[in-house]
């Protein structure tokens, strides 16, 4: 099994490269986004072992961009990063799995082995109603050609919405599933981020996708209002 490990800082790539060939593997190396973007699209390999902060070319848009080239190589995010945000970034926009730092080789192999085995996986394709479009990889909105601007958890609520087409969802369970369970958010809050979604998903385009449904909560219109 070949894997690339993409990782600047020397004596990190060569322990990686140490510890992954003493566990079995064929080991490449390469030390910025750009050179590793190139290698990987080389072909060849069976698993990327990605660092978050790279010279030239982040892990995260080395991962973005293969992704957006259908390439579907199991992915593997190094970081030293370990906010939930930063994991939920990696992988939305394509990678298989997160390791933090420090780790250990044994897990690292470990969880090689399970995506070697899992295979390419493809990424879920872009969600639509109508000409309402939301591309959870690549995190972007778009109502016909026009990009819309959303806030991360405006784009949370659309995209609960857009994978549930014309049903009709109560606020407590959309408070449930976008916001923290054990938030104190009150269902009113539900009430104005529907309120700023319609504000640039519908109203600018004179459309009415975001519907109420009085007394029971929100619907999305599966053809886009
Ligand atoms: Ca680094």
């Known amino acids: 099994m070949r894997v690339l490990v993409v990782e600047d800082e020397r004596r990190m790539a060569a322990a990686l ?8 593997f064929a ?9 590793g973007l190139h290698q990987a699209r080389e072909g060849g390999y069976d698993a990327i ?10 892990g ?26 930063d994991q939920a ?25 399970a995506l070697l085995r899992r295979g390419p996986t493809r990424r879920p394709a872009v969600l639509h109603a109508g000409d309402l479009r939301l591309d ?8 016909g050609e026009a990009g819309i601007e959303l806030t991360p958890r405006e784009f949370a609520l659309l995209e609960y919405l857009i994978r549930r ?3 009709v969802i109560s606020k407590s369970k959309i408070l449930e599933h976008v916001w923290d369970a054990y938030a104190s958010t009150d269902l009113n809050a539900v009430e104005v981020y529907v309120g ?10 004179g459309r009415n996708a975001l519907q109420t449904v009085r007394g029971v909560g929100y619907r999305l219109a599966g053809d886009g209002g």
């Open 27 to 35: 080991v490449d190396l390469a030390h910025d986004g750009v050179d």
């Open 60 to 85: 995260y848009r080395v991962c973005e961009r293969l992704r957006q080239e259908q390439n579907w190589v199991p992915i593997l995010i190094l970081s030293a990063k370990d906010g939930e945000y």
């Open 89 to 113: 970034d990696g992988l939305d926009l394509g990678a298989d799995d997160y390791l933090t730092k420090p780790f250990s080789y044994v897990v690292l192999a470990a969880r090689l082995r």
């Open 196 to 205: 700023y979604l319609r504000r640039k998903i519908d109203a600018p385009f």
């Open 165 to 167: 087409p014309d049903e």
């Open 136 to 143: 959870p990889a690549r995190r972007r909105v778009f109502r």
């Open 17 to 24: 490269q140490q510890g992954l060939q003493a566990e079995g």
């Open 49 to 58: 072992v990605l660092d978050v902060m790279l010279p030239k070319l982040s």
